[in-house]
């Protein structure tokens, strides 16, 4: 019994040694170096570990939906939800235009209003992201003057004004599910 616990342990540690190694395989053909596996690693992990905000996100969508354009970036101060970082919402926001909506359309709405384009919401985790859409699927439900299109992707939610077209709409929806 002792001599298997023993057995066990060491194969334990030996394993545990061969996971911590510094250097890498390149498979490229040419020996590679301790410091670049290690400089590799900590790149990836850097990018890996940036939380997606709703900046990036919509940089990302802007990039594919030329017709995009920064509205406003919501801080906790002025928020007309007063959601922004309160528990189980979301994290960050950005509001958007969308050059192809008439003035006309949104004539005497709030600059940073939805109806303008739309906006990104980012949270925490996918669940609050699916919590929040559903939350304003009910909403449309019983006031269907307040439509929009709502699409989420991980821990992030895009809602884009019911002035755009169902083709116009799916443009945004394409760019989200880029987001990874």
Known sequence: ????????????LIATLAACS??????????SSPDAATHSVT???????????ASTAFD??????????????V????????????????????TFTDSRIKASDVEG??????????AVEVFADA?????RAKYIETIIKSMPA?????????????????????AQAGEYKAAAAKLG
Not at 1 to 12: H, I
């Open 43 to 53: 790149a990836k992990q850097d990018t890996a570990s940036k939380p997606l905000t």
């Open 22 to 31: 510094s250097t890498k395989a390149d498979t490229s053909g040419t020996p």
């Open 146 to 166: 307040f439509t929009e299109y709502d699409y989420v992707q991980g821990t992030t939610l895009v809602r884009v004004s019911q002035y755009l077209t169902p």
């Open 109 to 118: 709405t709030d600059k940073d209003d939805v109806d303008r384009g739309g």
């Open 127 to 131: 669940a609050g992201a699916q919590a």
């Open 75 to 94: 801080t906790a101060e002025n928020d007309p939800n007063h959601l922004l970082g309160r528990p189980n919402q979301y994290t960050s926001k950005v």
């Open 1 to 12: 019994m002792k001599q298997s616990l023993t057995t066990a342990g060491a194969t334990l």
């Open 60 to 73: 990302k969508i802007s990039a594919v939906v030329t017709s995009a354009k920064l509205g406003g970036i």
